[in-house]
């Protein structure tokens, strides 16, 4: 009798929950930039840079998590910038996700600081307290 093995599952860099997060967040962004692709529709039109992507992150981390998002990073094993890049790389290589010939890792280098954007630049909205 043979017993067929299954390959193990690939080894994730970072926290699963980032890996969904990013998913998430990438959504958002072009949901936001208006680049959704449309039934049908041309997936070029829905690509965004390394750059708008970082922004998308902070912005939704900030909106999910207030002043946790760098302490919700940091336990997925997301420092910086550059790590995001990693996890889109990875993404990419595993075939969750596409790029194009002009998307690079170093599009995620040192982009911004997460001490300074995600907290001390966070403000509370306290409009409708109001």
Do not use: C
Request: charged share 30%; net charge negative.
């Amino acid at each position: 009798m043979n017993s067929t093995q299954s390959a193990p599952p690939p080894r994730l860099s970072f926290h699963p929950n980032a890996y969904r997060f990013l998913q998430l967040a990438l959504e958002r962004t072009q949901k936001t930039l208006g680049r959704r692709v449309s039934e049908g529709g041309d997936e070029g039109q829905a690509h965004i840079s390394g750059g708008e992507l970082l922004l998308g992150i902070r912005d939704y981390a900030l909106d999910q998590f207030g002043l946790m998002a760098k302490t919700v990073f940091n336990q997925w094993g997301l420092r910086t910038t550059d790590d995001f890049g990693k996890l889109v790389f990875e993404m990419i290589d595993r075939g969750d996700l596409r790029k194009t010939e002009n998307d690079q890792l170093s599009d995620f280098s040192a982009v911004y600081d997460f001490d300074e954007a995600l907290d001390r630049n966070y403000r509370i909205d306290t409009r409708q307290a109001f």
